[in-house]
């Protein structure tokens, strides 16, 4: 008498090729005649949503040079001033508080898009506007002052000229 291990061996294989076969003919009917899956539609018109009207928002950012996005570009660039010199306040289109800004800004305005540079900042997207103030350098002293020359012209922050405000 042979053991049991090789009668179940000699079970098991015509059982194994009577599996595959059917699987082989479900898989063949099935390429014959495969599901017809419908493209994705897309909505020619602005979702429910933007109906609702949303009040302004004004957001408003200062802080240091990680607020103003010091170091977030690669090779440091940054938005320049109006002569298009660099700003000494660093600020980058990559700044955190901007990137989270731009995407608050796509949930509340889902039509268009939105892209992100170093070099600009996206301040006003239909009524609402981003206040952005941060500056590199700077320290929570010169949040309360501005440096002032002898006309009364600000001509920057005590971090930008060296003055301590508090003297």
Not at 28 to 34: E, H, L, M, R, V
Not at 44 to 66: A, R
Not at 108 to 127: D, M, Y
Request: aromatic content about 8%.
């Amino acid at each position: 008498m042979s053991p049991p291990y090789r009668m179940r061996a000699r079970t098991a294989v015509p059982a194994l090729f009577a599996a595959l076969g059917l699987v082989l003919a479900q898989a063949i009917s099935a390429s014959a005649n495969p599901p017809v899956i419908p493209p994705p539609t897309l909505p020619t018109s602005c979702p429910p949503i933007c109906s609702i009207p949303l009040p302004p928002l004004s957001f408003v950012v200062v802080g240091d040079s990680y607020t103003s996005g010091e170091g977030a570009s690669h090779f440091h660039i940054y938005v320049g001033n109006a002569s298009r010199n660099e700003d000494w306040r660093h600020q980058s289109g990559f700044a955190a508080v901007h990137v989270a800004w731009a995407y608050l800004e796509m949930g509340r305005h889902p039509v268009g898009t939105v892209t992100i540079s170093p070099t600009e900042l996206l301040t006003a997207r239909g009524r609402d506007r981003l206040f952005f103030h941060p500056s590199s350098g700077a320290k929570t002293k010169h949040l309360c002052g501005l440096v002032v020359n002898s006309d009364g012209v600000v001509v920057g922050s005590p971090s930008d000229t060296g003055r301590d405000p508090t003297a």
